[in-house]
Protein backbone atom coordinates (compact mmCIF):
# COMPACT_ATOMS: atom_id res chain seq x y z
CA UNK A 1 0.00 0.00 0.00
CA UNK A 2 1.36 3.13 -1.36
CA UNK A 3 1.15 6.66 0.55
CA UNK A 4 -1.65 7.54 -2.14
CA UNK A 5 -3.63 4.93 -0.46
CA UNK A 6 -2.64 5.45 2.95
CA UNK A 7 -3.91 9.43 2.85
CA UNK A 8 -7.22 8.35 1.12
CA UNK A 9 -8.31 6.00 3.84
CA UNK A 10 -7.09 9.65 5.94
CA UNK A 11 -9.94 11.55 4.14
CA UNK A 12 -12.20 8.77 5.22
CA UNK A 13 -11.19 9.51 8.87
CA UNK A 14 -11.97 12.46 8.33
CA UNK A 15 -15.17 12.39 7.24
CA UNK A 16 -15.79 9.16 9.99
CA UNK A 17 -14.81 12.12 12.53
CA UNK A 18 -17.01 14.74 10.70
CA UNK A 19 -19.78 12.36 10.96
CA UNK A 20 -19.65 11.17 14.45
CA UNK A 21 -19.05 14.71 15.36
CA UNK A 22 -22.39 16.47 13.86
CA UNK A 23 -24.25 13.17 15.13
CA UNK A 24 -22.76 13.27 18.57
CA UNK A 25 -22.99 17.27 19.02
CA UNK A 26 -27.05 17.16 17.28
CA UNK A 27 -28.20 13.84 18.91
CA UNK A 28 -26.99 15.67 22.52
CA UNK A 29 -29.34 18.68 21.82
CA UNK A 30 -32.24 16.44 20.80
CA UNK A 31 -31.30 13.96 23.04
CA UNK A 32 -31.80 15.89 26.01
CA UNK A 33 -35.15 17.01 24.41
CA UNK A 34 -35.95 13.19 24.49
CA UNK A 35 -34.61 12.21 28.24
CA UNK A 36 -36.73 15.47 29.86
CA UNK A 37 -39.90 14.40 27.62
CA UNK A 38 -39.58 11.44 29.14
CA UNK A 39 -39.51 12.46 32.72
CA UNK A 40 -41.98 15.21 32.27
CA UNK A 41 -44.86 13.82 34.06
CA UNK A 42 -46.86 14.26 31.16
CA UNK A 43 -48.36 11.06 30.31
CA UNK A 44 -48.71 11.18 26.93
CA UNK A 45 -45.28 13.05 26.33
CA UNK A 46 -43.63 9.75 28.01
CA UNK A 47 -45.76 7.59 26.15
CA UNK A 48 -44.41 8.73 22.33
CA UNK A 49 -41.03 9.53 23.94
CA UNK A 50 -40.85 6.06 25.49
CA UNK A 51 -42.12 4.71 22.02
CA UNK A 52 -39.66 6.66 20.16
CA UNK A 53 -36.97 4.90 22.25
CA UNK A 54 -37.99 1.68 21.58
CA UNK A 55 -38.64 1.58 18.10
CA UNK A 56 -34.93 2.83 17.53
CA UNK A 57 -33.42 0.27 20.19
CA UNK A 58 -35.26 -2.08 18.83
CA UNK A 59 -34.41 -1.83 15.25
CA UNK A 60 -31.09 -2.32 13.07
CA UNK A 61 -29.08 0.84 12.56
CA UNK A 62 -28.41 0.09 9.40
CA UNK A 63 -32.40 0.00 8.52
CA UNK A 64 -32.77 3.14 10.40
CA UNK A 65 -30.40 4.71 7.98
CA UNK A 66 -31.99 3.18 5.13
CA UNK A 67 -35.59 4.55 6.00
CA UNK A 68 -34.31 8.05 6.93
CA UNK A 69 -31.98 8.28 3.49
CA UNK A 70 -35.14 6.82 1.24
CA UNK A 71 -38.00 8.40 3.13
CA UNK A 72 -36.01 12.21 2.77
CA UNK A 73 -35.59 11.38 -0.59
CA UNK A 74 -39.62 10.85 -1.20
CA UNK A 75 -40.09 14.03 0.26
CA UNK A 76 -38.53 15.78 -2.54
CA UNK A 77 -35.77 16.78 -0.55
CA UNK A 78 -32.75 17.51 -2.28
CA UNK A 79 -29.96 16.96 0.47
CA UNK A 80 -26.60 16.26 0.28
CA UNK A 81 -26.15 12.53 0.72
CA UNK A 82 -24.17 13.22 3.89
CA UNK A 83 -26.91 15.92 5.46
CA UNK A 84 -29.47 12.79 4.92
CA UNK A 85 -27.33 10.51 6.49
CA UNK A 86 -26.21 13.10 9.57
CA UNK A 87 -30.08 12.99 9.92
CA UNK A 88 -30.20 9.60 10.41
CA UNK A 89 -27.27 9.17 12.77
CA UNK A 90 -28.80 12.01 14.54
CA UNK A 91 -32.13 10.17 15.14
CA UNK A 92 -30.43 7.00 16.38
CA UNK A 93 -28.16 8.90 19.03
CA UNK A 94 -30.75 10.99 20.41
CA UNK A 95 -32.92 7.69 20.97
CA UNK A 96 -29.74 5.94 22.68
CA UNK A 97 -28.77 9.50 24.76
CA UNK A 98 -32.40 10.54 25.17
CA UNK A 99 -32.62 6.46 27.01
CA UNK A 100 -29.14 7.29 29.50
CA UNK A 101 -30.22 10.10 30.40
CA UNK A 102 -33.62 9.30 31.76
CA UNK A 103 -31.89 6.79 33.88
CA UNK A 104 -29.80 9.38 35.10
CA UNK A 105 -32.18 11.72 36.02
CA UNK A 106 -34.26 9.07 37.76
CA UNK A 107 -30.88 8.53 39.57
CA UNK A 108 -30.42 11.85 41.06
CA UNK A 109 -32.17 11.35 44.87
CA UNK A 110 -35.53 12.12 44.94
CA UNK A 111 -34.72 14.09 48.11
CA UNK A 112 -32.64 16.69 45.31
CA UNK A 113 -35.73 17.39 43.42
CA UNK A 114 -37.96 17.94 46.89
CA UNK A 115 -35.57 19.66 48.31
CA UNK A 116 -35.25 22.70 44.96
CA UNK A 117 -39.48 21.87 45.31
CA UNK A 118 -39.23 23.26 48.55
CA UNK A 119 -37.38 26.20 47.45
CA UNK A 120 -39.67 26.56 45.21
CA UNK A 121 -37.35 26.69 42.39
CA UNK A 122 -39.60 26.95 38.55
CA UNK A 123 -39.00 23.69 36.61
CA UNK A 124 -36.58 25.17 34.16
CA UNK A 125 -34.01 26.01 37.19
CA UNK A 126 -34.67 22.80 39.13
CA UNK A 127 -33.62 21.09 35.81
CA UNK A 128 -30.88 23.72 34.95
CA UNK A 129 -28.81 24.22 38.73
CA UNK A 130 -30.14 20.99 40.59
CA UNK A 131 -30.89 18.08 38.49
CA UNK A 132 -29.32 17.75 35.44
CA UNK A 133 -25.58 18.42 36.76
CA UNK A 134 -26.16 15.57 39.43
CA UNK A 135 -27.14 13.26 36.14
CA UNK A 136 -24.72 14.65 33.58
CA UNK A 137 -22.35 13.37 36.61
CA UNK A 138 -23.91 9.79 36.35
CA UNK A 139 -24.45 9.25 32.79
CA UNK A 140 -20.86 9.93 31.92
CA UNK A 141 -19.38 6.74 31.57
CA UNK A 142 -22.60 5.48 29.53
CA UNK A 143 -22.72 8.65 27.22
CA UNK A 144 -18.75 7.89 26.71
CA UNK A 145 -19.29 4.31 25.66
CA UNK A 146 -22.14 5.24 23.59
CA UNK A 147 -19.95 7.95 21.57
CA UNK A 148 -17.62 5.09 20.82
CA UNK A 149 -20.69 2.83 19.58
CA UNK A 150 -21.44 6.05 17.36
CA UNK A 151 -18.19 6.32 16.12
CA UNK A 152 -18.25 2.22 15.16
CA UNK A 153 -21.64 2.87 13.83
CA UNK A 154 -20.77 5.20 11.40
CA UNK A 155 -19.04 2.76 9.26
CA UNK A 156 -22.54 1.84 8.63
CA UNK A 157 -22.97 4.97 6.37
CA UNK A 158 -20.76 2.95 3.41
CA UNK A 159 -24.00 0.85 2.70
CA UNK A 160 -25.28 4.26 1.19
CA UNK A 161 -22.63 4.77 -0.44
CA UNK A 162 -21.06 7.50 1.59
CA UNK A 163 -16.84 7.53 1.77
CA UNK A 164 -15.96 7.48 5.32
CA UNK A 165 -13.23 5.06 6.82
CA UNK A 166 -14.64 1.79 6.35
CA UNK A 167 -15.43 2.43 2.41
CA UNK A 168 -12.40 4.29 1.45
CA UNK A 169 -10.85 0.91 3.40
CA UNK A 170 -13.37 -1.48 0.44
CA UNK A 171 -12.51 0.79 -1.95
CA UNK A 172 -8.22 0.60 -1.93
CA UNK A 173 -8.77 -3.44 -0.45
CA UNK A 174 -10.20 -3.49 -4.60
CA UNK A 175 -7.76 -1.60 -6.28
CA UNK A 176 -4.56 -3.49 -4.31
CA UNK A 177 -6.01 -6.54 -3.60
CA UNK A 178 -4.67 -6.52 -0.08
CA UNK A 179 -7.72 -6.91 1.91
CA UNK A 180 -6.11 -8.62 5.07
CA UNK A 181 -3.57 -5.07 4.82
CA UNK A 182 -6.31 -3.14 4.12
CA UNK A 183 -8.58 -3.82 6.51
CA UNK A 184 -6.45 -4.48 9.31
CA UNK A 185 -5.20 -0.73 8.90
CA UNK A 186 -8.90 0.36 8.86
CA UNK A 187 -8.47 -1.42 11.95
CA UNK A 188 -6.04 -0.02 13.79
CA UNK A 189 -7.22 3.39 12.82
CA UNK A 190 -10.67 2.93 14.57
CA UNK A 191 -9.26 0.86 17.33
CA UNK A 192 -6.35 3.85 18.29
CA UNK A 193 -9.90 6.42 18.27
CA UNK A 194 -12.13 4.78 19.97
CA UNK A 195 -9.59 2.40 22.80
CA UNK A 196 -8.55 5.77 24.65
CA UNK A 197 -12.32 6.47 25.03
CA UNK A 198 -12.61 3.10 25.86
CA UNK A 199 -10.47 3.81 28.56
CA UNK A 200 -11.63 7.13 29.91
CA UNK A 201 -15.49 5.68 30.10
CA UNK A 202 -13.88 3.08 32.55
CA UNK A 203 -11.75 4.93 34.31
CA UNK A 204 -14.56 7.39 35.15
CA UNK A 205 -17.29 4.69 36.02
CA UNK A 206 -14.29 3.43 38.57
CA UNK A 207 -14.08 6.71 40.25
CA UNK A 208 -17.75 6.87 40.53
CA UNK A 209 -18.18 3.38 41.81
CA UNK A 210 -15.40 4.35 44.44
CA UNK A 211 -16.90 7.67 45.43
CA UNK A 212 -20.45 6.24 45.95
CA UNK A 213 -19.17 3.38 47.83
CA UNK B 1 -45.12 15.53 -1.82
CA UNK B 2 -46.20 13.36 -4.87
CA UNK B 3 -44.70 10.18 -4.65
CA UNK B 4 -47.19 7.23 -4.81
CA UNK B 5 -46.53 4.25 -2.34
CA UNK B 6 -46.57 0.53 -4.15
CA UNK B 7 -46.63 -2.04 -1.84
CA UNK B 8 -46.54 -4.57 -4.66
CA UNK B 9 -43.00 -5.81 -4.73
CA UNK B 10 -43.15 -5.90 -1.20
CA UNK B 11 -46.19 -8.30 -0.94
CA UNK B 12 -44.75 -10.14 -4.15
CA UNK B 13 -41.58 -11.35 -2.12
CA UNK B 14 -43.18 -11.68 0.88
CA UNK B 15 -43.07 -15.61 1.35
CA UNK B 16 -39.27 -14.79 0.34
CA UNK B 17 -38.57 -12.19 3.31
CA UNK B 18 -40.29 -14.53 5.62
CA UNK B 19 -37.73 -16.94 5.01
CA UNK B 20 -34.61 -14.07 5.20
CA UNK B 21 -36.56 -13.45 9.05
CA UNK B 22 -35.89 -16.93 9.34
CA UNK B 23 -31.96 -16.84 7.75
CA UNK B 24 -31.97 -14.00 10.28
CA UNK B 25 -32.61 -15.70 13.43
CA UNK B 26 -30.28 -18.48 12.43
CA UNK B 27 -27.97 -16.87 12.42
CA UNK B 28 -28.13 -14.84 15.17
CA UNK B 29 -29.16 -18.24 17.36
CA UNK B 30 -25.89 -19.49 15.52
CA UNK B 31 -23.94 -16.18 16.87
CA UNK B 32 -24.97 -16.43 20.45
CA UNK B 33 -24.16 -19.79 20.99
CA UNK B 34 -21.03 -19.20 19.52
CA UNK B 35 -20.57 -16.35 21.87
CA UNK B 36 -21.39 -18.14 25.01
CA UNK B 37 -19.04 -20.56 24.26
CA UNK B 38 -15.95 -17.87 23.65
CA UNK B 39 -17.45 -15.99 26.43
CA UNK B 40 -17.14 -19.00 29.11
CA UNK B 41 -14.11 -19.67 27.79
CA UNK B 42 -12.61 -16.26 27.55
CA UNK B 43 -13.38 -15.79 31.40
CA UNK B 44 -11.56 -18.93 32.30
CA UNK B 45 -8.51 -18.04 30.11
CA UNK B 46 -8.78 -13.88 31.02
CA UNK B 47 -8.07 -15.84 35.22
CA UNK B 48 -5.69 -18.57 33.69
CA UNK B 49 -2.63 -18.53 36.05
CA UNK B 50 -0.18 -18.49 32.41
CA UNK B 51 0.05 -14.70 31.89
CA UNK B 52 0.40 -14.26 27.96
CA UNK B 53 -3.03 -16.03 28.10
CA UNK B 54 -4.74 -13.39 30.31
CA UNK B 55 -3.02 -10.38 28.21
CA UNK B 56 -4.38 -12.21 25.04
CA UNK B 57 -7.85 -12.78 26.45
CA UNK B 58 -7.85 -8.38 27.16
CA UNK B 59 -6.31 -8.00 24.04
CA UNK B 60 -9.12 -9.77 21.87
CA UNK B 61 -11.68 -7.99 23.88
CA UNK B 62 -10.43 -4.54 23.85
CA UNK B 63 -9.96 -4.96 19.61
CA UNK B 64 -13.41 -6.26 19.55
CA UNK B 65 -15.03 -4.05 21.63
CA UNK B 66 -12.84 -1.23 19.73
CA UNK B 67 -13.22 -1.52 16.04
CA UNK B 68 -16.31 -1.58 13.55
CA UNK B 69 -18.12 -5.05 13.19
CA UNK B 70 -17.86 -4.63 9.52
CA UNK B 71 -14.47 -4.11 9.45
CA UNK B 72 -14.19 -7.33 11.78
CA UNK B 73 -16.75 -9.27 9.47
CA UNK B 74 -14.58 -7.58 6.01
CA UNK B 75 -11.33 -9.30 8.16
CA UNK B 76 -12.62 -12.18 8.94
CA UNK B 77 -14.16 -13.18 5.53
CA UNK B 78 -10.97 -12.54 3.54
CA UNK B 79 -8.76 -14.11 6.77
CA UNK B 80 -10.62 -17.78 6.98
CA UNK B 81 -9.92 -18.55 3.32
CA UNK B 82 -6.05 -17.67 3.65
CA UNK B 83 -6.26 -19.88 7.02
CA UNK B 84 -7.47 -23.00 4.61
CA UNK B 85 -10.51 -22.38 6.31
CA UNK B 86 -13.58 -22.39 3.03
CA UNK B 87 -16.93 -21.85 4.21
CA UNK B 88 -19.72 -19.93 3.00
CA UNK B 89 -20.74 -16.30 3.55
CA UNK B 90 -23.74 -17.11 6.17
CA UNK B 91 -20.96 -19.38 8.20
CA UNK B 92 -18.21 -16.80 8.35
CA UNK B 93 -21.32 -14.67 9.64
CA UNK B 94 -21.89 -17.38 12.54
CA UNK B 95 -17.94 -16.74 13.09
CA UNK B 96 -18.06 -13.01 13.14
CA UNK B 97 -20.92 -12.63 14.64
CA UNK B 98 -19.66 -14.99 17.67
CA UNK B 99 -16.34 -13.35 17.93
CA UNK B 100 -17.87 -10.21 18.54
CA UNK B 101 -20.82 -11.13 20.59
CA UNK B 102 -18.15 -13.37 22.68
CA UNK B 103 -15.74 -10.70 23.42
CA UNK B 104 -18.64 -8.60 25.16
CA UNK B 105 -19.68 -12.05 26.51
CA UNK B 106 -16.15 -11.96 28.12
CA UNK B 107 -16.84 -8.64 30.04
CA UNK B 108 -20.10 -9.39 31.12
CA UNK B 109 -19.74 -12.99 32.96
CA UNK B 110 -16.04 -11.67 34.25
CA UNK B 111 -18.15 -9.26 35.94
CA UNK B 112 -20.88 -11.95 37.38
CA UNK B 113 -18.04 -14.18 38.05
CA UNK B 114 -16.47 -11.90 40.34
CA UNK B 115 -19.50 -10.85 42.10
CA UNK B 116 -19.67 -14.61 43.33
CA UNK B 117 -18.20 -15.06 47.36
CA UNK B 118 -15.28 -16.38 47.76
CA UNK B 119 -16.74 -18.42 50.65
CA UNK B 120 -19.06 -20.28 48.37
CA UNK B 121 -16.16 -21.64 46.39
CA UNK B 122 -14.33 -22.83 49.18
CA UNK B 123 -17.66 -24.12 50.79
CA UNK B 124 -18.24 -26.33 47.73
CA UNK B 125 -14.53 -27.72 48.24
CA UNK B 126 -14.78 -28.61 51.15
CA UNK B 127 -18.17 -30.15 50.68
CA UNK B 128 -15.76 -32.24 48.27
CA UNK B 129 -17.28 -31.27 45.37
CA UNK B 130 -15.06 -31.71 42.30
CA UNK B 131 -12.98 -28.66 40.79
CA UNK B 132 -15.31 -28.66 37.58
CA UNK B 133 -18.65 -29.03 39.61
CA UNK B 134 -18.02 -26.00 41.88
CA UNK B 135 -17.05 -24.09 38.29
CA UNK B 136 -20.72 -25.38 36.56
CA UNK B 137 -22.64 -24.70 39.46
CA UNK B 138 -21.32 -22.79 42.05
CA UNK B 139 -19.59 -20.01 39.72
CA UNK B 140 -21.24 -19.92 36.34
CA UNK B 141 -24.98 -20.93 37.24
CA UNK B 142 -25.48 -18.14 39.66
CA UNK B 143 -22.84 -15.75 37.46
CA UNK B 144 -25.20 -16.26 34.42
CA UNK B 145 -28.24 -15.86 36.38
CA UNK B 146 -26.65 -12.39 37.45
CA UNK B 147 -25.67 -10.83 34.54
CA UNK B 148 -28.88 -12.07 32.55
CA UNK B 149 -30.20 -9.10 31.91
CA UNK B 150 -27.12 -7.53 30.55
CA UNK B 151 -26.35 -10.96 28.34
CA UNK B 152 -30.23 -10.22 27.07
CA UNK B 153 -29.35 -6.71 25.67
CA UNK B 154 -26.36 -7.52 24.18
CA UNK B 155 -28.42 -10.76 22.23
CA UNK B 156 -30.93 -8.53 21.51
CA UNK B 157 -28.36 -6.34 20.19
CA UNK B 158 -26.51 -9.23 18.49
CA UNK B 159 -29.51 -10.25 16.36
CA UNK B 160 -29.52 -6.49 15.53
CA UNK B 161 -26.45 -6.58 14.20
CA UNK B 162 -27.11 -9.65 11.73
CA UNK B 163 -28.28 -7.24 8.95
CA UNK B 164 -24.29 -5.77 8.89
CA UNK B 165 -23.85 -9.66 7.11
CA UNK B 166 -25.59 -8.56 4.02
CA UNK B 167 -21.99 -7.24 3.54
CA UNK B 168 -20.83 -10.14 2.71
CA UNK B 169 -23.85 -11.42 1.36
CA UNK B 170 -24.78 -13.99 3.72
CA UNK B 171 -28.32 -15.43 3.69
CA UNK B 172 -30.48 -13.06 6.02
CA UNK B 173 -33.31 -10.15 5.84
CA UNK B 174 -30.93 -7.60 4.89
CA UNK B 175 -30.06 -9.06 1.75
CA UNK B 176 -33.23 -10.68 0.47
CA UNK B 177 -34.21 -7.24 0.58
CA UNK B 178 -31.67 -5.74 -1.04
CA UNK B 179 -32.59 -8.05 -3.76
CA UNK B 180 -35.77 -6.84 -4.04
CA UNK B 181 -35.08 -3.50 -3.91
CA UNK B 182 -32.47 -3.83 -6.42
CA UNK B 183 -35.35 -5.34 -8.52
CA UNK B 184 -37.99 -2.92 -8.12
CA UNK B 185 -36.49 0.10 -7.14
CA UNK B 186 -38.90 0.42 -4.41
CA UNK B 187 -36.09 1.00 -1.75
CA UNK B 188 -38.58 3.04 1.17
CA UNK B 189 -41.31 0.55 1.09
CA UNK B 190 -38.90 -2.62 1.28
CA UNK B 191 -36.54 -1.50 3.84
CA UNK B 192 -39.45 0.11 6.15
CA UNK B 193 -41.25 -3.30 6.02
CA UNK B 194 -38.35 -5.03 6.97
CA UNK B 195 -37.46 -2.46 9.83
CA UNK B 196 -40.79 -3.73 11.38
CA UNK B 197 -39.61 -7.05 10.84
CA UNK B 198 -36.84 -6.61 12.86
CA UNK B 199 -38.88 -4.94 15.44
CA UNK B 200 -41.12 -7.55 16.00
CA UNK B 201 -37.75 -10.29 16.00
CA UNK B 202 -36.06 -8.15 18.40
CA UNK B 203 -39.07 -8.23 20.92
CA UNK B 204 -39.53 -12.37 20.11
CA UNK B 205 -36.14 -12.57 20.81
CA UNK B 206 -36.26 -10.59 24.27
CA UNK B 207 -39.59 -12.56 25.10
CA UNK B 208 -37.87 -16.00 24.49
CA UNK B 209 -34.97 -14.98 26.50
CA UNK B 210 -36.61 -13.73 29.12
CA UNK B 211 -38.80 -17.29 29.40
CA UNK B 212 -35.74 -19.18 29.52
CA UNK B 213 -34.36 -17.42 32.44
CA UNK B 214 -37.43 -17.57 33.91
CA UNK B 215 -37.66 -21.28 33.67
CA UNK B 216 -33.76 -21.90 34.05
CA UNK B 217 -33.13 -19.35 36.88
CA UNK B 218 -36.31 -19.66 38.69
CA UNK B 219 -34.76 -20.81 41.99
CA UNK B 220 -34.56 -18.99 45.44
CA UNK B 221 -31.40 -17.41 46.39
CA UNK B 222 -31.85 -17.21 49.94
Known amino acids: MGKAEFLFLLKGLQWTIALSAVAFVCGTFTGLGVALMRTSGFRLLERATAGYIALFQGTPLLMQLFVVYYGLALYGLKLDAWVAIAIGFTLHASAYLGEIWRGAIEAVPRGQVEAARALSLGYVSRMKDVILPQALRISLPATIGFLVQLIKGTSLAAFVGFTELSRAGSMVSNQIFKPLLVFGIVGVIYFIICWPLSLYGARLERQFAAATR | ?222
Open chain 2, 1 to 222: MNYTFDFGPVLEGFPNLLWGCLGTLGLALGGMALAIVIGVGGVVLRDSRFQPLRWLTIAFVEVIRNTPFLVQIYFIFFALPLAGILLNPTATAVIALGVNGGAYAIEIIRGGVQSINKGQIEAGLALGLRKSVVFRVIVLKPALRAIYPSLTSQFVLLTLTTSIASAVSAYELTSVAKRIESDSFRSFEVYGTITLMYLVMSWLVMVILNFISSRYFNYPTK
